[in-house]
């Protein structure tokens, strides 16, 4: 089947407005987003004071991000294959309800069992909820300058939560406490879970073959495994036995799935699919542009408090920033797709971010906060627009019978990209004689990283114009 689909030609007008019942449907979805988003930064300000409140020890506090970077990461593509096999709006729903309750527990903790396991189940409800919803959000809108709309608000969403994430996380935390901010997110599920039985549509495929157990138990072993690795040697560095000893048996795992999948009657990843240039390199943009930004914010996050001595209030603006000119560039990506193709602006992007990204090495040790604004703002722009772009790169010209296969990976490359970008550069941050050196030093290697596969896309998806 074709896989490029042609920008709208000159003449079909402004993209077709979206009735009220689909601005609801478009509501929800991007509102489970969202609120997805937001636990994965919300509650960084907010461990210190948790660990103490907790009795959790420093050394521990990585748990509290870990327990629920696993699952969310590690079962994405499971679950993206199950929505599409027994039906997405009741897995949505699912998850939407494990989530809201896994998030009264974290509140509610009494001691760091509980509120783990509370961190725990999050994932797994945030494992559900991403695939499923942007599989119900692609089915839902049709092909062109509707979903090209829609993708645009989810990604900006996206983006916008992980930023408000970090500010609201400190404000929320001095004036109510921790408690509260894994309370936010219980909240958000009640207002999201009663709308959605009634707005959103059932789809799964027509034919039910039978589930890949091989593949199903390799892959999310592997992703469990890797994404264990990588946030440990964040805390610990890479020497630790149990990283290696994860991290290889990870690959070992990954590799097998890979040979199950060449051999299974019904493969859980489609390896025709994975053939596809517009999904191999449309995934491998949205990989990139999700680790390298996340490391971005990381970096200057130590940048402007620790070297410019910056409270993190005003940290907190310096983002701020960030996240209004997102929600701006949210709003005219979709435009700019139309008028150039997603394979095109994902691979002008990526090059953009790379290119703001490489500025912020005039930042210095005196000041800086100025440039590191300005410089992290722009690169956002142009993260924003890759989201967009690799997220309509892989998906178009899928069937909808594949949907939330193809969204998995879209969400699966989403998820491992944020949660593996820190602990590859972040521990670059400790060897220069100084934290600016350090700072510096993954700042270089981010930009190269972001320019080379900015020029891989470029090259592989040459001609190609899809929407």
């Known amino acids: 089947m074709a896989t490029d689909i042609s920008p709208p030609t000159a003449g079909t007008g402004a993209p077709p407005r979206l009735d009220g019942r689909s601005r609801l449907v478009l509501f929800v979805l991007c509102a489970a987003q969202f609120m997805v988003a937001l636990d994965f930064s919300v509650l960084n300000v907010a461990l210190p004071v948790l660990g103490r409140d907790l009795g959790m020890n420093p050394s521990s506090l990585q748990w509290a991000v870990t327990a629920f970077a696993l699952p969310s990461g590690g079962f994405l593509l499971l679950f993206g294959r199950i929505a599409d096999l027994y ?9 939407l309800a494990v989530f809201g309750a896994a998030s009264l527990l974290a509140t509610f903790a009494w001691d760091p069992a509980s509120f783990l396991t509370g961190r725990a189940l999050q994932g797994v409800g945030a494992a559900v909820i991403v695939p499923t919803g ?14 090209d709309r829609a993708l645009g608000i989810s990604g900006t969403l996206l983006s916008l939560g992980f930023t408000i994430g970090m500010v609201l996380g400190g404000v929320v935390t001095d004036t109510l406490g921790w408690r509260s901010t894994m309370g936010l997110l219980a909240l958000f599920t009640l207002i999201v879970l009663p709308l959605a039985p009634g707005l959103l549509p059932e789809s799964r ?3 039910r073959p039978r589930l890949d157990v091989p593949g199903a138990v390799t892959v999310t072993g592997g992703l469990l495994a890797v994404i264990y690795a990588l946030s440990t040697a964040a805390e610990r560095g890479f020497g630790g036995a149990d990283v290696v000893v994860t991290l290889v048996g990870g690959v070992a795992l990954l590799i097998v799935f890979a040979v199950v999948e060449t051999r299974s009657p019904a493969p859980l990843v489609s390896l025709p699919m ?3 240039r517009t999904v191999a390199l449309g995934n491998l943009g949205g990989l990139v542009t999700f680790a390298m930004m996340s490391t971005v914010v990381f970096v200057l996050t130590l940048y402007l408090q620790e070297t410019l001595r ?12 960030q996240g209004v000119l997102s929600v701006i560039a949210g709003v005219l990506a979709p435009k700019v797709i139309g008028r150039f193709g997603a394979r095109r602006v994902l691979a002008s992007c990526l090059a953009g971010q790379g290119l703001f990204t490489a500025a912020l090495l005039g930042l210095g040790a005196e000041s800086g906060a100025l440039l590191a604004t300005a410089g992290v703002s722009l690169a956002s722009v142009c993260h924003l627009g890759a989201i967009i772009s690799y997220g309509l790169t892989v998906t178009s010209g899928v069937p909808d019978g ?5 969204t998995g990976l879209v969400t699966t490359t989403q998820q491992v990209g944020i949660t593996v970008g820190i602990p590859l550069l972040g521990v670059l941050a400790t060897t220069g004689p100084s934290l600016f050196d350090g700072v510096r030093v993954v700042l270089a290697a981010d ?3 972001v320019l080379a596969a900015a020029a891989t896309v470029g090259v592989g998806l040459r001609g190609r114009r899809g929407r």
């Not at 942007?134 to 979903?147: H, I, K, N, V, Y």
Request: hydrophobic share 45%; glycine share 12%.
């Open 274 to 276: 994975l053939r596809r």
């Open 402 to 406: 594949e949907q939330g296969l193809a």
């Open 205 to 207: 495929t027509p034919l």
């Open 134 to 147: 942007m599989s119900l959000l692609t089915t839902t809108f049709p092909e062109g300058p509707q979903r």
């Open 87 to 95: 039906g997405r709006r009741r897995l949505f729903l699912s998850g």
């Open 310 to 321: 910056l409270s993190a209030f005003r940290t907190g603006l310096v983002f701020g920033v």
């Open 447 to 449: 930009a190269a990283i």
